[in-house]
Nanobody, 126 residues
Framework: QVQLLESGGGLAQAGDSLRLSCTAS????????MAWFRQIPGKEREFVAV????????EYADSVKGRFTFSRDITSGRLYLQMDMLKPEDTAMYYC???????????????????WGQGTQVTVSA
């Protein structure tokens, strides 16, 4: 079992930057695809970014492409989501997730993911 813990959320103004972190309870777990999702109350969880375990290739939702960057620290296993040029519509709870069964692909469906963090809130004011 892998436990994930997000941090780095908070209050920001439009145009600001925030960096989210995701730490796994097991430093060297053999994992699959890694992703960030976000959710606002009353809406379904929305795909933000995904990284392939196999080659670290990343893909992004159109709404964040060019503004968000998903990275991974190989040494620590920690995941990061650098969020630049924030917009009010980025306001949401952000979750990191791991799909232990997908080694090469980059799934964007939340149902594919096995492990989730508790989320970190990002609030962006205009």
């Amino acid at each position: 079992q892998v436990q994930l813990l997000e941090s780095g959320g908070g209050l920001a103004q439009a145009g600001d930057s925030l960096r989210l972190s995701c730490t796994a309870s097991r430093r060297s777990f053999r994992s699959g695809a890694m992703a960030w999702f976000r959710q606002i109350p009353g809406k379904e969880r929305e795909f933000v970014a995904v990284m392939s375990w196999y080659n670290s290739r990343t893909e992004y939702a159109d709404s964040v492409k060019g503004r968000f960057t998903f990275s991974r620290d190989i040494t620590s296993g920690r995941l990061y989501l650098q969020m630049d040029m924030l917009k009010p519509e980025d306001t949401a709870m952000y979750y990191c997730a791991v799909d232990k069964d997908t080694q090469i692909g980059t799934p964007k469906d939340a149902n594919a993911y096995d492990y989730w963090g508790q989320g970190t809130q990002v609030t962006v004011s205009a």
